[in-house]
């Protein structure tokens, strides 16, 4: 009985209920109640849910110690003697050598006889591979008494079921020939440790359980690869495009998952991608491994050759192109699978693309100095311009400094300044030289000629006075009295005083 029954079931529950509701009025009561049966529905629910957890979780203990006391894998094993199978076998059989070309294949493909043998051949394939592990389990539990590291060692289940069947009894591996079952260092490996087993010797009776449940597995997989032969052959003639992209058996399993081509093609490259999902996990299973939004695509062999980060972004392109090779298959275009083709070596291409590693960034090495003169040409506007900006010889004065001789500061406000070397050199003046190349030249209009004597062509004789007027006066004269002057105040380099000129008396 669930907790919901025993609570409805409990009078105290149901009278103290009754009591809290003479109070109130007759509304609030329903919603009281209402509010109650949703939480006891709640509650069953997780009961239910937790029953069907603890089921399948002894179901999985009983099978596990049903599997070591069963003695005849036909018990535990039973899709290989079934109607089904046997039917698909036999059509598949009568099917197999016939050959049709693509020009029988006419109107839709849902139509045509072969379709549905092909949907239904494909998903046995699925039933096969669970198959074949049940098997494996019951040849693993029921030969661990004779070789139990065997299990670890080869981890395939057709691998492990052909060498089982190899070794059979015998405890020496060593006159056991599997090269041609298993890897050269696995054989070396699985001799060792046959060598050194604790494992027993297996009876007659358990021998032969082992070897014939080995012929089921192997009855098995050469069941699945007649299926997955006839499926492949005929995939060509049906969907040769999408066939030639992602192979005949993710084909096969789009188009059964789909509803048929012309479903397909009708189907967004986005919801593509989902065809053949698990939306529910595994209980007690990470689902870190297992992505979102993956399927039959993302389970391909064109996506799982990718490297794994790239799975995601390959498995959209691989769906926009299926999608277009869809189309082309239902309009019966390109019946050799050439367009297909072509689209299989874009995605290549793609792809390929993505893998190359990123550019290397070069490092350019510097150049080779120049070191030689260098031609700089420059006009009137730039020479005046450095003239303007030039250092003056004030500025490089208070620039330098004499050592151990303190410089004289002046102050404006709150700051001060070094006046450096100004004032404090001999007191000569050095002319500037004025560079000849960018004197400037008096335009012809304004040059006269001279004499060609010593006095200058620019001179009179005649003199203006305020007290005689016109005078005539030797021009040289007056100018050697100007050169006496100069040579008496800058003849020596130094400066004198000089002090207030006396007013002439008039």
């Known amino acids: 009985m669930s907790l919901a029954d025993e609570l409805l079931a409990d009078p105290d529950f149901i009278s103290t ?3 809290e509701g003479a109070d109130d009025d007759q509304s609030e009561n329903n919603d009281s109640e209402d509010v109650l049966m949703r939480d006891l529905e709640d509650l069953e629910e997780e009961e239910h849910m937790e ?20 003695k005849d894998v036909k018990k535990v094993a039973k899709l290989l003697g079934s109607r089904q199978m046997r039917d698909i076998l036999t059509k598949i059989e009568q099917l197999k050598d016939t050959n049709r070309s693509q020009t029988q294949i006419m109107g839709p493909v849902e139509e045509d006889p072969e379709y549905k043998l092909i949907v239904q051949a494909n998903n046995l394939t699925v039933d096969i591979d669970n198959e074949i592990l049940v098997v494996h389990k019951f040849i693993r539990d029921h030969y661990a008494k004779k070789f139990p590291e065997l299990e670890s060692l080869v981890l395939n289940p057709l691998d492990y079921t052909r060498a089982v069947k190899a070794i059979g009894n015998e405890m020496d591996l060593t006159k056991v020939d599997l090269r041609s079952i298993l890897p050269s260092a696995t054989v070396m490996v699985v001799t060792v440790t046959g060598s050194t087993t604790n494992g027993q010797k297996l009876t007659d009776e358990e021998s032969m359980i082992v070897s014939d449940a080995c012929d089921m597995a192997l009855e098995l997989d050469a ?7 006839y499926v492949e052959s005929r995939m060509t003639l049906i969907a040769p495009n999408l066939s030639a992209i992602v192979g005949s058996t993710t084909a096969a399993k789009m188009l059964g998952q789909a509803g048929g081509l012309m479903a397909l093609c009708k189907m967004p490259s986005c919801n593509v991608m989902l065809l053949g999902v698990q939306k529910k996990t595994s209980t007690g299973f990470s689902s870190a491994s297992t992505p979102r939004h993956t399927g039959y695509l993302f389970q391909s062999e ?29 309009m019966h275009e390109s019946p050799d699978g050439s367009f297909g083709r072509g689209l299989r070596e874009q995605i290549d291409k ?4 993505l893998q190359e590693p990123p550019p290397t960034k070069t490092v350019k090495p510097l150049p080779v100095p120049d070191e030689g003169p260098k031609k700089r040409r420059a006009g009137k506007k730039v020479r005046r311009m450095k003239e303007a900006y030039a250092i003056t010889e004030l500025r490089k004065a208070q620039n330098r400094m004499a050592f151990g001789v303190a410089e004289d500061e002046t102050g404006s406000f709150d700051k001060t300044k070094g006046l450096g070397l100004i004032g404090q050199n001999s007191g000569k003046i050095r002319a500037s030289v004025a560079d000849p190349r960018v004197k400037a030249k008096a335009p012809k209009r304004h ?5 060609s004597g010593a006095t200058s062509g620019l001179s009179s004789s005649l003199a203006f006075t305020p007290v005689q007027g016109i ?6 004269e007056r100018q050697k009295k100007v050169k006496e002057a100069n040579d008496r105040y800058f003849g020596g380099g130094a400066f004198l005083k000089v002090g207030k000129p006396k007013q002439q008396q008039q």
């Open 17 to 19: 209920r009754d009591e």
């Open 51 to 70: 029953e069907n957890d603890e089921q399948e979780e002894n179901k999985n203990a009983n099978i596990e110690v049903e599997m070591k006391s069963v």
């Open 223 to 229: 069941a699945k690869r007649k299926i997955l032969e």
């Open 302 to 330: 064109l996506i799982q050759r990718t490297p794994q980060d790239l799975r995601i972004k390959a498995q959209k392109i691989v769906a926009a192109k299926c999608t277009l090779a869809a189309r082309m298959d239902r």
């Open 350 to 353: 793609k792809l390929e693309k």
């Open 447 to 451: 040059q006269f000629l001279g004499s």
């Open 471 to 476: 005078e005539l006066i030797n021009p040289e």
